[in-house]
């Protein structure tokens, strides 16, 4: 009998990021993967710089991959292309990672795969998930694959990303929030035929009552659009290429493209109430579920697996088990705020009612015109309820160059602190944060180790291993203390 100390159930981008962060780590992994290939149906299409910083810590993210193109915005539109709302996203000099970018899903998909494999993660393709047994030892895993053969893992620790339709969640048996929040859209990749020089920048969100649609521009050749079903609509009898075509017309002649994939999706907002049962765990789509509308799904799914990785590397390593006990309560408020988020977006666009709608144009331009300036992305929400954060702390640390190197990867995983000089941190301090195997950095003028002192009003500020901010000053230094006493971290 094989045995792994965590085995992975699917390997969509949740479960394969995962999996790499995991093998990077020196765990042993096995991913079982239901399908043979990467799914093909057109889904993800934007990823924030968050996402792209966790790539680029397993190696799927090199300057400019040919897969994916920096957005400039999103804007919410009326059906007769007034602006409502702009959202802009741009990239100061000072940092690294554009904070959105449009990418071809399935690109990525394949990429995370080879590099869970590469730092040495097993990834059995075609295999079937059929049964979770717990037993004394661990849990054990067994699939089904092509031939019908059973195959069984035996795993100290079972993390399902098997997507929305979790087998993992039903063997939790739990069940989800539901956010009342169910429609169905038509998405559509096509290929120009021709490369357009003119290649747009930003997404448009077309608030049309008479069916509301967004627009995405995409690496490459390809172009998305997405199209709202109207009531009494059939998936059948709108995902067809002359009903496409037509939808298309305002924007783009059918003779100038292909379709290359299209999909009706109902969008959900849905959050399951428990994420563990002992040694088995959620992850991904298997947790959380959220309308488009943000492009945060995959990526709340990848703020999971960084969550949860460094946590389990602990706790194989001999960290106390409860120190799991803090995934849940950090993630589930966090990605319950952005699936909030999304619905409300969602429940804007998608409104059908052309004297509504009407209402809520003039109310937005007004808004607009008293104040033209652009929103920034998305406001993410901190991580909170935790013996691992403080009040000050749970945000993303910053992110730039120190020299000529990336932050993080100077971080690379690691615990960090960030001083303003050497005599900002007792030598006591100092001997606890190297025990964890981690770093201490003097902020440098003129880089990011001084804008994140700069933030606060602090000498010191705590990093964990996934970039978030344990806090500031003191208080940091003293829940860092108490988290590896309760957690053994050391
Ligand atoms: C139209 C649309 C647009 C979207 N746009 C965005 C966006 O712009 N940005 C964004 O961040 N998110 C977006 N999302 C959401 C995003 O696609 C998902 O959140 C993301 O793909 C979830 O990843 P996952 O790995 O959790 O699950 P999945 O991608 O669903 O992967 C689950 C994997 O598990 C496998 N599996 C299932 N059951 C078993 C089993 N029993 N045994 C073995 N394997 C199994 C499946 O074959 C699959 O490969 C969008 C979604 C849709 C539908």
């Known amino acids: 009998m094989t045995k792994v100390d965590v085995a992975i159930v699917g390997a969509g981008p949740v479960g394969s990021t995962l999996a790499a962060l995991l093998a990077k780590a020196g765990l042993s992994v096995c991913v079982f993967e239901r399908d043979t290939d990467v799914y093909p149906l057109p889904r993800a299409a934007h990823l924030d710089a968050e996402t792209l910083r966790t790539l680029r810590q397993i190696g799927a993210w090199s300057d400019e991959p040919d897969w994916s193109i920096v957005n400039e915005g999103m804007d919410f539109l009326t059906a007769d292309k007034q602006l409502l709302i702009r959202m802009t996203a741009t990239l100061d000099s000072d940092h690294t990672a554009p904070p959105s970018n449009l990418f071809h899903q399935p690109s990525l998909d394949r990429l995370l795969r080879a590099r869970a494999t590469t730092f040495g993660a097993t990834l059995l393709v075609a295999h079937d998930v059929v049964a979770i047994d717990e037993t004394d030892h661990g849990v054990l895993v067994t699939a089904r694959n092509l031939a019908g053969e059973s195959v069984s893992v035996e795993a100290a620790w079972v993390i399902g990303c098997c997507g929305a339709r979790s087998f993992t969640r039903r063997f939790l048996g739990t069940g989800q929030v539901d956010l009342d929040f169910d429609e169905p859209w038509l998405v559509v990749d096509v290929l120009l035929n021709e490369p357009d020089p003119d290649t747009p920048r930003r997404t448009l969100q077309v608030c049309d009552p008479a069916r509301p ?82 492009g945060q ?39 319950r705020a952005i699936v909030e988020s999304a619905v409300g977006f969602g429940r804007v666009i998608c409104t059908l009612d052309a004297d509504e709608a009407a209402g809520r144009d003039a109310m937005m331009l007004a808004a607009r ?72 950095l003097v902020a440098e003028p003129g880089t990011v180790t001084a804008r994140i002192l700069d933030h606060t009003d602090s000498d010191v500020v705590v990093v964990r291993p996934d970039r978030i901010v344990m806090g500031h000053g003191a208080a940091a230094l003293e829940t860092l203390r108490d988290a590896v006493i309760r957690f053994g971290l050391a």
């Not at 120190?402 to 301090?429: E, K, N, P, Q, Y």
């Not at 606890?432 to 770093?439: C, D, H, M, N, R």
């Open 213 to 294: 649609h967004t627009i995405v521009p995409m690496p490459g050749r390809r172009r998305r659009f997405e199209f709202m079903l109207l009531p009494g609509e059939d998936p059948e009898s709108i995902d067809r290429p002359e009903v496409i075509a037509e939808l298309m017309a305002p924007y783009l002649d059918a003779d100038r493209a292909t379709v290359e994939r299209s999909a009706v999706y109902t969008f959900h907002g849905l959050i399951a109430n428990d994420w563990r049962r002992g040694r088995v765990l959620l992850a991904g789509d298997s947790a959380h579920q959220m309308p488009p509308f943000l």
């Open 297 to 335: 799904g995959m990526c709340s799914g990848i703020r999971d697996a960084l969550n949860l990785s460094w946590k389990l590397a602990a706790v194989v390593k001999g960290a106390q088990e409860s120190l799991l006990d803090t995934y849940q309560p950090e993630r589930s408020p966090h990605v």
């Open 369 to 440: 015109a008293n104040d033209p300036t652009d929103r920034g992305g998305a406001p993410m929400p901190r991580l909170a309820g935790s013996p691992l954060v403080t009040d000050e702390g749970g945000y993303v640390v910053s992110d730039g160059r120190v020299g000529a190197a990336i932050f993080d990867d100077v971080l690379d995983g690691r615990w960090c602190i960030v001083v303003a000089s050497d005599s900002s941190l007792s030598t006591d301090h100092r001997m606890l944060v190297e025990s964890l195997g981690g770093l201490v």
